[in-house]
């Protein structure tokens, strides 16, 4: 009876389950990705290929671990992820001139034309998001978003998540 009580108890000190902030941002993100999935299923990209090969799109070329953080997955999970990119063809590896063992990583021709195959079905999505929650919600939400990822930057950088 004991354990009973204490674990009631611990749980009244928590805040309610339902103001778990941890729990609302993935509640959202759930939602969110569940109008994302099937396409990226349908084009067999998983939702970590995809965050890659976007951040891919950015930029000319980036190192594994700026590519870890710029797409929040961790560096385990990224060696197994672009090993799959590579296979594909998605992306293309090079050696810098000035230390061969870092490895440069870019998106490939045939990425890019994943990407703009994807593209405008993704741009739809977002565009449908918009309409139910409202663009100008939409935004503040961005706003608040990195405003809130800034103030809990850790030395000005987001950690990378655990490898599962």
């Not at 995809?50 to 930029?59: D, P």
């Not at 992306?91 to 990407?115: T, Y």
Request: hydrophobic share 45%; proline share 4%.
């Amino acid at each position: 009876m004991s354990a009973i009580l204490s674990r009631t108890k611990a749980a009244d000190d928590l805040r309610a389950f339902s103001r778990s902030l941890p729990m609302a941002l993935l509640k959202a993100r759930e939602a969110v990705m569940a109008r994302f999935r099937p396409l990226l299923r349908e084009h067999d990209v998983t939702e970590q290929q995809w965050r890659a090969l976007r951040a891919l799109t950015t930029v000319e070329g980036l190192r594994a671990g700026e590519l870890a953080r710029l797409s929040c997955i961790s560096m385990p999970s990224l060696s197994r992820i672009l090993k799959t990119l590579d296979k594909r063809g998605l992306i293309a590896r090079s050696s810098e001139d000035s230390d061969q063992r870092a490895v440069n990583i870019a998106i490939s021709d045939e990425g890019r034309r994943l990407v703009a195959r994807i593209g405008p079905h993704s741009e739809q999505r977002y565009a449908d998001i918009a309409e139910a929650f409202g663009a100008r919600r939409l935004e503040a939400l961005y706003a608040e978003l990195d405003a809130l990822t800034s103030c809990l930057a850790v030395d000005g950088e987001i950690p990378l998540p655990d490898e599962d």
